[in-house]
T-cell receptor, first 112, second 117 residues
Framework: GENVEQHPSTLSVQEGDSAVIKCTYS??????FPWYKQELGKGPQLIID?????GEKKDQRIAVTLNKTAKHFSLHITETQPEDSAVYFC???????????FGPGTRLSVLP | GAVVSQHPSRVICKSGTSVKIECRSL??????MFWYRQFPKQSLMLMAT?????????EQGVEKDKFLINHASLTLSTLTVTSAHPEDSSFYIC?????????????FGEGSWLTVV
């Protein structure tokens, strides 16, 4: 089955700097890759996603890149703000509509 | 985006009692819902997959008689923790995937904190 790894597990950046979180997956058939942000005590929120027919997708300060050959995808946050501090989860699935396999999460801290 | 509502957000129950958590898709029909358990500072652990009108599929190690899941309609799934014990205290989260406007991925509920005393 699919296995998703995520690095780093924790990340601290200064406000205004960029943050990059990388995930690798094992199933070459995976074709959908969402990213979720989870604030303390709340459920995860979808922030951006990418499908396998696209190499990059951007939404304001957030972007995701996908390298299908290398089987990795990354979340990029530019001009970080303190409110970006949260746990970020990546996920992958080859069977759209079924459960996603989640990475272990990255705790991002944006220092003012 | 689509909205998934979970209720209650926090619940405290006595050991030995049962507690029910509801998960509703508010603006789309959810043919499939998922229930997760999350321990502090850990990732999401899938407990079961709930399909409308059929029995839930439980992950290995999850007791189906203890964690009863019902998905009676396209907008509601419930998780009942039976004979709760303190070790069942955790953060429970549901998510939903469904066909329809705005629902083309998995959306999560707000989560429910269960404390068993």
């Amino acid at each position: 089955g699919e296995n998703v790894e995520q690095h780093p597990s924790t990340l601290s950046v200064q406000e205004g700097d960029s943050a990059v979180i990388k995930c690798t997956y094992s199933d070459s058939a995976s074709n959908y890759f969402p990213w979720y942000k989870q604030e303390l005590g709340k459920g995860p929120q979808l922030i951006i996603d990418i499908r396998s027919n696209v190499g990059e997708k951007k939404d304001q300060r957030i972007a995701v890149t996908l390298n299908k050959t290398a089987k990795h995808f990354s979340l990029h946050i530019t001009e970080t703000q303190p409110e970006d501090s949260a746990v970020y989860f990546c996920a992958a699935t080859a069977n759209y509509g079924q459960n996603f396999v989640f990475g272990p999460g990255t705790r991002l801290s944006v220092l003012p | 985006g689509a909205v998934v509502s979970q209720h209650p957000s926090r619940v405290i129950c006595k050991s030995g009692t049962s507690v029910k958590i509801e998960c509703r898709s508010l603006d789309f029909q959810a043919t499939t819902m998922f229930w997760y358990r999350q321990f502090p500072k850990q990732s999401l652990m899938l407990m079961a997959t709930s399909n409308e009108g059929s029995k839930a599929t439980y992950e290995q190690g999850v007791e189906k008689d203890k964690f009863l899941i019902n998905h009676a309609s396209l907008t509601l799934s419930t998780l009942t923790v039976t004979s709760a014990h303190p070790e069942d205290s955790s953060f429970y989260i549901c998510s939903a995937f469904g066909a329809g406007q705005g629902a083309n991925t998995i959306y999560f509920g707000e989560g429910s904190w269960l404390t068993v005393v």
